[in-house]
């Protein structure tokens, strides 16, 4: 028998960890800062979308989201099109 799947709440709670807790300063400012302005706008599918990107390498995604690599399909749509704004990331001085 396998374990229940976690609830909604738990899985926001795991993808704001994952997401700001990537190793390097970049892809926590960009995956966390993304999360931190867009979560509460998600349903499941936003989520789901989300955790299948923080599977992604940072590397693919950060070019994603800057603009140097292209997006593949199954990432492309509105949540892609935020992220590539970046105007969601506030670096601290």
């Known amino acids: 028998m396998s374990a229940p799947s976690p609830d909604l709440e738990t899985r926001f709670a795991r993808a704001k960890f994952r997401a700001w807790h990537r ?23 936003g989520l789901a ?8 390498d940072d590397v693919d995604v950060l070019a994603w989201a800057f603009g140097t690599g292209d997006v593949p399909e199954r990432f492309q749509g509105a949540q892609m099109d935020a992220m590539r704004k970046l105007d969601f990331v506030q670096i601290p001085r």
């Open 23 to 45: 190793g390097t300063r970049e892809a926590d400012y960009t995956f966390g800062g993304f999360f931190d302005r867009y979560a509460d706008d998600w349903d499941e599918a």
């Open 49 to 56: 979308w989300f955790e299948a990107l923080l599977d992604e």
